[in-house]
């Protein structure tokens, strides 16, 4: 069960936004999403809008979705008016390795098409571990993909039992070193940390691990229990039990500390990069407010502060683009306050920090307290800035709440 949709207005069918959001398009960063919704499997912690072969049927195949995708863009050509070209794309999913190098290669084709993509464009493809091979990054590179992401999770075969991972807990380290073998310019590998039973010393076995694999990027994710999902139905049960605050802090300070030891500076509260070069620039436009179209069954997209979110279904998706329709369900249109309380937000978890400029009164003297608490950084505020101390970083959202 996928999460459920934001609130919003209906979207009109045409996909046409508000002169005064396109005004700017090209001025901002601006960064095409890809949403493959397949997957082999549905991992038991996964609200995300995915589906297996069984669950679709005859309704959807990646053919029909691939078809829907190219017409999606085609619109969203026209809604632009004069697009601009991609300085970063992202394939998320869903499993997209499961299209394999061609299929991935059709997808960056159809963006490079309509778009075309700017001197130096980041091109990032999320992969499982267990659907990759040399073949299929060699693939890649040749294409002109540029980073993969690969989902390790846990280095420990309890963990990713619990988290109905079928990948074996060598699989990840050896896909990133034949990524990096392929002459793929940027690895991540992703860690969920918190799982019911993981230990300390699972822990670092994994920290280990992707230090041991080479990779110049790390996103650590605290394990959430997202109703509708497996994991929530077990815990619910008793079967599991829900993961602690405490627990979830301690092993975020292990992350960081293994992390930061090994040369990888968080930039963003949940990831790390050994440089600024390796730093995911298509994130980087989500939390600095750039633009971004979401192609793809449930993908959302936000331009010049509309904000909009695709029919998940992968048949009902193909048929509004055959019908020359918008897949869009619902958008948000964000008053000025929403677009500065969302900056506060996004921005505040980068380690660049927010402008004390962009607080009210109010949040300005807020900041203040919150420094005095440990939970901005004293010589970040004396020179304009609010920065997250490390006690700050396990707390964001409740000093999010103080800053607004």
Not at 157 to 173: C, E, F, M, N, S
Not at 248 to 263: F, K, N, P
Not at 272 to 281: F, H, N
Request: aromatic share 6%; net charge negative; glycine share 12%.
């Amino acid at each position: 069960m996928a999460a459920a949709f934001p609130e919003g207005e209906p979207a009109p069918p045409d996909g046409a936004l508000p002169a005064r959001s396109l005004a700017g398009v090209g001025t901002r960063p601006f960064g095409v999403y890809v949403h493959v919704p397949f997957c082999a499997t549905r991992c038991g912690y996964c609200d995300f809008n995915t589906y297996t072969a069984g669950e679709l049927g005859t309704s959807a195949s990646p053919s029909s979705w691939l078809e829907g995708l190219r017409r999606e863009l085609d619109l969203a050509a026209r809604v632009l008016g004069d697009p601009p070209a991609a300085e970063t794309v992202f394939v998320g999913g869903g499993t997209p390795s499961l299209l394999g190098a061609d299929g991935l290669t059709a997808v960056l084709d159809s963006v490079r098409g309509v778009f075309g993509l700017a001197p130096g464009a980041e091109v990032t493809t999320e992969s499982n571990p267990e659907s990759t091979s040399p073949e299929f990054f060699d693939g890649l590179a040749a294409t002109g993909y540029t980073r993969v992401s690969l989902g390790m999770q846990s280095a420990a075969r309890h963990v990713l039992a619990v988290l109905d991972r079928t990948h074996t807990p060598g699989r990840a380290v050896a896909a990133a070193r034949e990524a990096r073998a392929a002459g793929l310019a940027h690895v991540n590998l992703d860690l969920i940390y918190g799982t019911p039973g993981e230990r300390p010393e699972d822990l670092a076995a994994s920290l280990d691990a992707v230090l041991e694999a080479g990779v110049d990027h790390v996103s650590a994710y605290a394990l959430i229990v997202e109703e509708g999902t497996a994991l929530a139905r077990r815990v619910r049960r008793g079967e599991l039990p829900m993961p602690e605050d405490d627990v979830l802090a301690d092993r975020y300070e292990q992350v960081d500390a293994a992390l930061t030891a090994a040369g990888l500076d968080w930039y963003e509260v949940s990831n790390w990069a050994a440089s600024a070069a390796a730093r995911c620039r298509h994130n980087l436009g989500y939390w600095l407010g750039g633009d971004w179209w979401g192609a793809g069954p449930g993908a959302h997209s936000h331009v010049g502060g509309v904000r909009w979110w695709n029919v998940k279904h992968p048949a009902r998706y193909a048929d509004l683009l055959a019908e020359g329709l918008s897949p869009a369900f619902g958008r948000e249109v964000l008053t000025p306050e929403d677009q500065r309380v969302e900056r506060i937000l996004l921005e505040l978890r980068l380690a660049g920090g927010l402008p004390v400029d962009a607080l009210t009164d109010s949040g300005r003297a807020e900041a203040g307290a919150a420094a005095a608490d440990g939970l901005l950084d004293d010589s970040a505020l004396a020179a304009g800035r609010c920065v997250l101390t490390p006690r700050g970083r396990l707390l964001a959202d409740a000093v999010v709440r103080r800053l607004t």
